[in-house]
């Protein structure tokens, strides 16, 4: 078992966000956290990655409690693509998706050429290469987003967590990045993902996490555990859960 998440919770001021949050995530695992606005996902990706203590519980990684490990050894483990990252020093995008290797860098004044072909095969499989000089402080929203996903690639752990990671790609771009995860999955790495597209779930994931209401009420495959009625009770009466050309999908309801 790769990740374990025992009976977490966690609350900012006297606000809880989530209660006994439990689940495992094997090797080779591609698993999504569905959740409407504000149910806490990017919370539990923080507390994950130890930039948020949660007040209860426990995280193990590999079998081991992960406060016992040092940062950096998580950071050859463990690889975070956040929602955004504000970032106003103009660092070229090569030099962003290099950033990613840090942790495996031994010698900073004199980084080996293998560095800098991982840091050239991410730019290369999200398609980056022709915006590598550019400084990322002058990337669209959408493209900042690709220049991240390329830096957690880089970084080549055996767990991956991207919260939202396709929110503002264009069509082509999201089966890219959906392409690349499952990639990942097919190699043995782990994937925890945050999404919110319900389609993408029941494409492309064999594991869904489901949050609401401060709590885990599912976890499954996508197919079993995203009923109409888990579906309704977390989006609303407008979704309906239909089978076209084989392929379950959520749609907007009919008037
Ligand atoms: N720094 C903070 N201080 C206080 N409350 C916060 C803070 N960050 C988030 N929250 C609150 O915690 C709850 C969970 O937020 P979180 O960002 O984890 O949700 P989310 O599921 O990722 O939402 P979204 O889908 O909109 O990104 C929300 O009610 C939010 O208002």
């Known amino acids: 078992m790769l990740l374990k998440v025992d009976q977490l919770g966690f609350q900012y001021d006297s606000q809880p966000v989530f209660q006994d949050v439990s689940f495992t995530l094997n090797e080779g695992e591609l698993c999504a956290i569905l959740g409407i606005n504000g149910s806490g ?14 007040k209860s519980g426990s995280i193990s ?53 293998d560095h800098y072909l ?19 402080n002058q990337l669209s929203g959408g493209q900042r987003q690709m220049v991240l996903i390329a830096r957690a690639l880089a970084q080549q752990t055996t767990l991956m967590l991207l919260d939202e990671p396709t929110s503002s790609l264009d069509f082509k771009n999201q089966l890219l990045i959906w392409h690349i995860l499952l990639q990942l999955k097919k190699e043995g790495k782990s994937v925890l993902v945050c999404t919110h597209d319900p389609n993408h779930v029941l494409w492309f994931c064999d594991r869904v996490l489901i949050l609401d209401n401060k709590r885990l009420i599912a976890d499954g495959p996508p197919k079993e555990v995203m009923t109409e009625q888990v579906l309704q009770q977390i989006y609303g009466p407008m979704c309906t859960l239909e089978t076209i050309a084989e392929k379950k999908m959520v749609l907007p309801r009919k008037n």
Not at 49 to 54: E, N, P, R, S
Not at 70 to 83: C, D, F, L, N, T
């Open 41 to 54: 996902k990017s919370t539990l990706f923080k507390c994950i990655m130890g930039f948020l203590h949660a």
């Open 118 to 136: 991982k840091a050239e095969e991410a730019l290369q499989a999200l398609s980056l290469e022709g915006l590598a000089d550019k400084p990322f």
């Open 61 to 113: 990684f590999e079998g081991k409690e992960k406060n016992l490990y040092k940062i950096s050894e998580i950071a050859k483990k463990i690889a975070y693509v956040p929602q955004d990252h504000p970032i106003t020093f103009p660092y070229l995008v090569r030099e962003m998706v290099l950033m990613g290797r840090t942790v495996h860098i031994s010698n900073y004044f004199k980084i080996s050429d």
